[in-house]
């Protein structure tokens, strides 16, 4: 089992910046992929960024340059470090992890953006 407990969620206007932090518990070591989605209301989930074991990273679109995706082994922390933020960025951010077969969410933290 693995949790995923996000925090740093809040309100900024755009152009600002925010970071959001995933802490895993659990059996952290059998994580393979971890990163984190968002989600508007009535939308699916978008991909903003993961990682890889292997340390390769994707990350979407619409993110690309203004996002970093970032790991703290020692605490089992995953770091969002948002830039340049947007209207558009508006959503509930999501951590998300694969273990051992399995998918793992978190319980979503509100991040809005005003223009």
């Known amino acids: 089992q693995v949790q995923l407990v996000e925090s740093g969620g809040g309100s900024v206007q755009a152009g600002g910046s925010l970071r959001l932090s995933c802490a895993v518990s659990?059996?952290?070591?059998?994580?393979?992929?971890i990163g984190w989605y968002r989600q508007i209301p009535g939308e699916q989930r978008d991909l903003v960024a993961r990682?890889?074991?292997?340390?390769?990273?994707d990350y979407g679109d619409s993110v690309k340059g203004r996002f970093t995706l970032s790991r703290d082994n020692v605490k089992n922390t995953v770091y969002l470090q948002m830039n340049s933020l947007k209207a558009e960025d508006t959503a509930a951010y999501y951590c998300y992890a694969q273990a051992a077969g399995r998918s793992y969410w978190g319980q979503g933290t509100q991040v809005t953006v005003s223009s």
């Open positions: 659990g059996r952290a070591s059998s994580i393979n992929l």
């Open positions: 990682i890889r074991i292997g340390g390769s990273q």
